[in-house]
């Protein structure tokens, strides 16, 4: 029996601030040195980037995880 996964949402914070930088996904992808697809999956909320990927994309897009909608950074 297939166990059945429940929908993720989109996130919508982090498209909003990529785009307020005037970023397409591809570019905001070679940025971090990502596949666009790995900022196409962060977007639709089907998968979060790494802690590393995370405190890169705060520099790159000046806001806090919580602002792009991803899992707070734990202290060192």
Known sequence: MLKKTPPSSPNALL????????????????????????VRSWELGLRTPSPELRQRLCAILQKTPEELGLPPLLPV
């Not at 307020?20 to 040195?33: E, H, N, S, T």
């Open 15 to 38: 498209r909003d601030a990529r785009r307020a930088r005037c970023l397409m996904p591809g570019q905001l992808a070679d940025l971090l040195g990502v596949g666009d697809s790995a």
